[in-house]
């Protein structure tokens, strides 16, 4: 099985870099696979907390070279919960490439494990009766200190549900847990690891050195 690893997230911050500078993208050094993925930014400034800044990926199988490289610009730049990143955070972001394996139907809403499993929920808007959908990655349940039930809530107002959550509508969820390995590098460290295996620090238009 490929697992999620630096050379991924290398590749998806030579995206970003490329993209502000209007050059080509270096090629990867991972070799190719066809898995489920998701690329997730975050930003840290002066030492706080990271904050999310995107995160949009694919639940369905897709070759990891083009994946990684459609899923970092669009979810730097058109995750439509925040303003497109700017070049100039660039030095203060950090990337999380994932790969998600180990798909499984469960029977019982609650039935995962909050830090092993990420959820993808379906189910049907009873009031406007539409097929809704949402998912969260492993991480996230236990990044926020969920309980199970809170991440379950949440991921159906996540969905776009406005209604009244009640057990007898849990119980109507189709509910699918999976796995993920992930990776994830701050620029200082991706900046690095360019000097290192390249022989020259990255410079990208319109953002200051913060290494």
Known sequence: MVAANREMAVYCFDTLVAHYNSEQVPPPTFEEG?????????????????????????LE??????????YALT????????????????????????LLTDYESVLQYLDWEIGK?????????????????????PEVAAHEGWTKLETIDSLMRKAGYNGVINGSL??????????STLYTMH?????????MTRGILPTVNGAKPNY
């Open 187 to 195: 620029y200082s460290d991706y900046a690095s690891y360019v000097k």
């Open 34 to 58: 066809h898995h489920p993925l998701f690329v997730t930014w975050k930003k840290a400034v002066n030492g706080a907390e990271p904050r999310l800044r995107g995160c949009i990926g694919t």
């Open 170 to 179: 849990r119980k109507r969820l189709h509910v699918t847990r999976y796995q």
């Open 61 to 70: 199988a897709h070759y990891i070279i083009d994946g990684f490289r459609d």
């Open 75 to 98: 979810s730097a730049l058109r995750d439509h919960r925040f303003p497109p990143i700017q070049a100039k955070e660039l030095p203060y972001l950090e990337c999380t490439v994932s």
């Open 117 to 137: 499993h990420g959820l993808i929920i379906e189910f049907t808007d009873p009031e406007y009766n539409i097929r809704r959908s949402a998912t969260y990655l």
